[in-house]
């Protein structure tokens, strides 16, 4: 049985974390606001600034790529939450051809200014990748 002390006096349970985002708007345009509210009035809170909010998440964020066994390119973003835990957000998915159809185009070699040494090695790597990809089927088949 809770007696009157405990009545009057809000439990942590009761307060709302919340994040508000810089708004136009607002007096806050400038900052990310963090704290907590109990019945909807805020309790406790701190601004950040948008800078050091945005160097902090993308100083922690990771980008990943991944090839299907299909031969599809899958990027990823990971980005560490409070709990230390790494939200995954996948994007778009291509296929390999796709993509070394587009690195290939005329107008991309020129703007990467890449040179036959730089084809002759992309050749090598995918001759390595080919040669990968056979050992695998053959490992498949005898399974």
């Given at each position: 049985?809770?007696?009157?002390r405990?009545?009057?006096?809000?439990?942590?349970?009761?307060?709302e974390?919340?994040?508000?985002?810089?708004?136009?708007?607002?007096?806050?345009?400038?900052?990310?606001r963090?704290?907590y509210?109990?019945?909807?009035?805020?309790?406790?809170a701190?601004?950040?600034?948008?800078?050091?909010?945005?160097?902090?998440?993308?100083?922690?964020?990771?980008?990943?790529a991944?090839?299907?066994?299909?031969?599809?390119?899958?990027?990823?973003?990971?980005?560490?939450?409070v709990?230390?835990?790494?939200?995954?957000?996948?994007e778009?998915?291509?296929?390999?051809?796709?993509?070394?159809?587009?690195?290939?185009?005329?107008?991309?070699?020129?703007?990467?200014?890449?040179?036959?040494?730089d084809?002759?090695?992309?050749?090598?790597?995918?001759?390595?990748?080919?040669?990968?990809?056979?050992?695998?089927?053959?490992?498949?088949?005898?399974?």
């Amino acid at each position: 049985m809770r007696n009157y002390r405990d009545v009057m006096k809000p439990q942590a349970s009761d307060l709302e974390p919340f994040i508000e985002a810089p708004d136009a708007a607002s007096p806050h345009a400038d900052v990310y606001r963090f704290g907590y509210r109990l019945d909807g009035a805020v309790v406790s809170a701190v601004d950040l600034p948008v800078e050091t909010v945005e160097k902090l998440l993308l100083s922690k964020t990771m980008l990943s790529a991944r090839i299907t066994p299909c031969g599809e390119i899958v990027p990823g973003l990971s980005t560490p939450n409070v709990l230390g835990d790494l939200g995954q957000a996948a994007e778009i998915v291509s296929s390999i051809d796709d993509l070394v159809r587009e690195t290939l185009s005329a107008e991309t070699l020129r703007m990467e200014e890449a040179t036959p040494e730089d084809l002759a090695l992309l050749f090598s790597r995918l001759e390595r990748a080919i040669a990968l990809v056979r050992t695998a089927i053959d490992r498949a088949s005898n399974n």
